[in-house]
């Protein structure tokens, strides 16, 4: 009879802890439902608050069953201890990729840099973040890496900006150099014609007169504009007879015995 009525009881929590479970990721989701939280999060932490929920539940109809759960905890706690010692490393990627997708640096789809690789995000999972570059290369970053790095991120409402550097002879005008850059940026497919583009004399170096474009682009278009830039201002200045310098080494040798004899 004692053992039917604590199985009875057993039963009633199992049925109990189900529902406040069931509430209690209900309230959840409805509270993150608010927030732009990302959904990889949501799930992540729905499947948490499930397994913590009826862990609990097992434990209690243990308890009320007469097994001794105190060294079963124990057990099981000196079982986790060890396995996060093995998995150290893991549990870092884990910890970084929550903290990447609740403070969300970047998302999918944005160009960025991470730990110097440059490229496209195509994933965000909890261990690894995935970047596709430009030539399609697929690289995979510990987010424990990620979390710990600076993340330069491209992607933005007011898009990107190309900067292609050029110099010019000091003979040359620099009006009509920027006239005619100015047109190979209006030509350019790629640069956004309501941004303010321009082009502007950096520095007067040892050769020549140092400019640079600044031409803004939607981000997945740069390095289309870049080549493209590069290309054609070096062939309309070419065209319209503006030298690019380069650096140069004169030679002057002084003959003595020359200037010698001619003294004699």
């Known amino acids: 009879i004692s053992l039917g009525i604590n199985i009875i009881n057993a039963v009633i929590i199992f049925i109990?802890?189900?529902?406040?479970?069931?509430?209690?990721?209900?309230?959840?989701?409805?509270?993150?439902?608010?927030?732009?939280?990302?959904?990889?999060?949501?799930?992540?932490?729905?499947?948490i608050i499930k397994i913590t929920?009826?862990?609990?539940?097992?434990?209690?109809?243990?308890?009320?069953?007469?097994?001794?759960?105190?060294?079963?905890?124990?057990?099981?706690?000196?079982?986790?201890?060890?396995?996060?010692?093995?998995?150290?490393?893991?549990?870092?990627?884990?910890a970084g990729g929550v903290l990447l997708l609740l403070t969300?640096?970047?998302?999918?789809?944005?160009?960025?840099?991470?730990?110097?690789?440059?490229?496209?995000?195509?994933?965000?999972?909890?261990?690894?973040?995935?970047?596709?570059?430009?030539?399609?290369?697929?690289?995979?970053c510990p987010n424990g890496?990620?979390?710990?790095?600076?993340?330069?991120?491209?992607?933005n409402e007011n898009g990107k900006r190309v900067d292609v550097k050029f110099s010019i002879h000091y003979d040359s005008d620099i009006n009509n150099a920027k006239k005619i850059v100015m047109d190979v940026i209006r030509n350019c497919k790629y640069v956004d014609k309501e941004r303010e583009n321009n082009v502007v004399v950096m520095k007067l170096a040892d050769s020549g007169i140092d400019m640079e474009t600044r031409a803004w682009v939607k981000p997945?278009?740069?390095?289309?504009a870049y080549f493209y830039l590069i290309e054609n201002i070096k062939a309309e200045l070419e065209k319209n007879n503006i030298e690019i310098p380069y650096n140069q080494l004169e030679v002057h040798i002084n003959n003595k015995n020359d200037n010698n004899a001619d003294n004699m």
């Open 16 to 47: 109990i802890g189900k529902i406040i479970i069931k509430l209690l990721r209900k309230l959840f989701k409805k509270i993150i439902g608010r927030t732009s939280a990302d959904e990889a999060v949501v799930k992540f932490v729905d499947s």
């Open 53 to 94: 929920g009826y862990f609990i539940v097992f434990i209690v109809i243990c308890s009320e069953l007469g097994i001794e759960t105190t060294s079963f905890i124990t057990v099981l706690g000196s079982a986790g201890v060890a396995i996060g010692l093995a998995l150290q490393g893991s549990l870092s990627n884990f």
């Open 145 to 155: 890496d990620v979390a710990k790095k600076v993340i330069i991120n491209y992607s």
């Open 220 to 224: 997945d278009d740069y390095w289309d």
């Open 104 to 140: 969300r640096p970047f998302k999918v789809g944005d160009y960025v840099v991470i730990e110097g690789h440059e490229g496209i995000v195509k994933k965000v999972d909890i261990i690894y973040t995935t970047i596709v570059k430009f030539d399609n290369t697929i690289i995979k």
